[in-house]
């Protein structure tokens, strides 16, 4: 048999192989829709390398998601202060222990808004760090919402602060995802 015509049978069998993949596929996806994931949620997945960008906090405390465009992702400063304590805590931080946090959120806070805290922000510190109100939660839910503004919502889960109630509530994003050109005032958790 000649070079060129093991070539072809080559190619025609590779080609037979893709086709059967796609099918695949193609099933694959009708099966995930019929179980209500989103289209977003599918190209997402099947975009691996785009699907979990690196997350930088930068030198001056912005939050960047890296890609061909970088992002930036923008948040109050009392929001960002949240975001950055439960980034900086890996294994999570119970709500009913928030109180214990109010040091370093308030570090956090100083450090995007530089000018200094008013009563009005002081008392919102407090509100935060109280588990028996909902302003922690209400801080979460715009985070959520904030990533879930960029990125397909399969994906923002791994950025967001989630965790059941009363348990630990955490950022599941992979550590080695995160990359930190700041200093962190407190005292990270590993």
């Not at 304590?85 to 709500?95: N, R, T, V």
Request: hydrophobic content about 40%.
């Amino acid at each position: 048999m000649n070079e060129q015509l093991k070539e072809d049978i080559s190619k025609e069998l590779e080609q037979f192989h893709c086709s059967i993949l796609l099918d695949e596929v193609k099933e694959n996806v009708r099966k995930l829709r019929s179980y209500g994931v989103e289209n977003a949620d599918i190209v997402a997945a099947m975009n691996e390398e785009e699907l979990f960008p690196q997350l930088i906090v930068t030198k001056d405390y912005k939050i960047i998601l890296s890609g061909e465009q970088p992002i930036e992702v923008k948040m109050e400063p009392l929001i960002k202060a949240v975001y950055l304590l439960f980034l900086s805590h890996p294994e999570g931080i119970f709500l009913k222990c928030l109180p214990d946090y109010k040091n370093d959120l308030t570090s956090l806070y100083l450090l995007l808004r530089p000018s200094g805290l008013t009563d009005r922000v002081e008392k919102s510190i407090m509100d935060v760090i109280n588990p028996t109100l909902n302003s922690i939660n209400e801080k979460c839910a715009r985070i959520r919402k904030v990533f879930s503004g960029v990125l397909p919502s399969s994906v923002a889960r791994y950025y967001a602060i989630s965790g059941r109630r009363g348990e630990v509530k955490k950022i599941e994003l992979v550590r080695a995802n995160v990359i930190w050109e700041c200093k962190m005032p407190i005292s990270q958790g590993l």
